[in-house]
């Protein structure tokens, strides 16, 4: 099998990737471990910043993001009992970020590929990498009980940050720049009113930090740090 682009990983990164290389004329093959359905359903960030939602116009997916996302052009802080709204539409020349669950988006990137008949292996199992360092790497795969190799001319690595691609690589070959925070976060959904049409966020003195946020469907968000 021969492609431009071997790409792994159906998240979001993957199939946009994807996207943009068939509107480029560019062929791509994507791997996925998984099945088509658990990618469909998986739950994870629901927040697009404005870069996100330039590549899902520029990909033409950006249609039913447009028309469901809640777009917030600010957001609040609230300390000594005021609020103070932080307005982002003014203060970046325009951006702002929308709120659209990435299981939303993994389905407007997935319905048009389908519909393009562009290829994806799904419940692609032992996928390895070989000669990454060349100028003909290749991808090995297992799919119902059959071997297959992929020779192509770019890997893309999409498959996050313990998937193959990145243990591929050697460690001479990977830098990180990382921060890590002395706290951690918990999720509470709740169908109720949102307090804002916007993010919010509070703090007092010795106590956790809580913000509010929300979601399409009239579901708040609120993260305890």
Same mark, same amino acid.
Not at 143 to 158: L, T, Y
């Given at each position: ?22 509107? =480029? $004329? &560019?062929?791509?093959? %994507? ?5 088509? /359905?658990?990618?469909? +359903? #998986?739950?994870? =960030? $629901? &927040?697009?910043?404005? %870069? ?5 116009? /520029?990909?033409?997916? +950006? #249609? ?162």
């Amino acid at each position: 099998m021969r492609t431009q682009v071997a790409i792994i990983g159906a998240g979001p990164s993957g199939l946009l990737l994807g996207q943009l290389l068939h509107k =480029a $004329g &560019i062929d791509n093959i %994507v791997l996925e471990r998984q099945t088509g /359905d658990y990618v469909l +359903g #998986r739950i994870r =960030a $629901g &927040i697009l910043e404005q %870069v996100s939602i330039d590549l899902m116009d /520029d990909a033409g997916v +950006g #249609r039913r993001m447009h028309a469901e996302g809640l777009v917030h052009g600010g957001f609040e802080l609230l300390f000594s009992g005021k609020r103070h709204r932080i307005d982002m539409i003014r203060l970046t020349g325009g951006k702002n970020v929308m709120v659209y669950g990435q299981t939303e988006l993994t389905r407007d990137l997935t319905e048009p590929r389908q519909a393009a008949d562009l290829p994806t292996v799904y419940e692609a199992k032992n996928v390895a990498v070989h000669n990454n360092d060349s100028a003909r790497p290749r991808v090995t795969y297992e799919k119902d009980g059959q071997s297959f190799e992929i020779d192509s001319d770019f890997i893309a690595g999409c498959d996050g940050f313990h998937g193959v691609c990145r243990a591929s690589l050697p460690r001479s070959a990977i830098s990180e720049y990382e921060k890590v925070y002395p706290f951690g976060w918990l999720g509470l959904l709740s169908d109720t009113p949102p307090v804002s049409e916007e993010s919010t966020s509070t703090t007092r003195v010795a106590s956790p930090c809580v913000r509010n946020a929300t979601r399409p469907a009239a579901v708040t968000t609120c993260r305890c740090h």
